[in-house]
């Protein structure tokens, strides 16, 4: 694990306990204010677009644009949680999302336009978030919620057998980088007992700086809609 990612995760821990500090009474509907969190769902994300150099060739400057197409994949995550005042909630999550890469399309003025099956191409991150939720009461069982949250990623693509890198002469089948993270969400949870709760929920989540696969400093969008179902228990 990088340096970055050990700070980013001590941070959310320090948040979470932060935040348990300032509790000073728990939630009665709850047996506990801590609780452990998980959620599986379906992950889609933008095609990664790198429009942003050239290439010079016998003096001539000639720009390109390079994408990989992307499949539908799944995510993963866990979370320990506490429950504070005025219905919020604060979290440290770690979650796992993995999409499969379909082709690598050139579609440069100098190269021209080329298709490469990536199969079996993937792109996979790897987040250390710290979550802030807040719980509207609304229903005896129904709580819907509302929350961002802030981290770090790791970023991780593979373009299987081909050459992720066209706009140099080095040779890169695979790549990753590691930057912060943010993501936000709504959702609804039901509640089966007071300790147990049914999840349901939307997070749209990406990197804020985003990354040069091509090794010309151009820039690539990671953004995934994520639908996840999940369950919530107190301890």
Known sequence: MSRKNVVLLALCLVLLFCGSAAADESPTSHSSPWYAAGHLGIV???????????VISGGIEYPYRDLLTTHTGFGIGA?????????????????????????????SDFLGTNRRETDPGTISSVAYMANLWYDFDLAEKWK???????????????????????????????????????????GVAYALNEDTQITL????????????VFGLGGSFDYLTQNVNIGVRRSF
């Open 44 to 54: 889609t994300t933008s095609n990664l677009v790198d429009d942003s150099g050239v």
């Open 79 to 107: 979370a320990l949680g506490r429950r504070l005042p005025y219905n919020l909630r604060l979290e440290a999550e770690l979650g796992y999302r993995r999409n499969g890469l379909d082709q690598l399309i050139d579609q």
């Open 144 to 186: 819907p919620y509302i929350g961002f949250g802030l981290g770090a990623a790791t970023r991780f693509i593979d373009c299987g057998s081909i050459d992720c890198n066209l706009s140099n002469f080095t040779t890169e089948t695979s790549y990753d980088y590691t930057d912060f993270a943010f993501q936000f969400g709504l």
């Open 201 to 212: 929920d939307y997070r749209g989540f990406g990197m804020v700086v985003i990354i040069d």
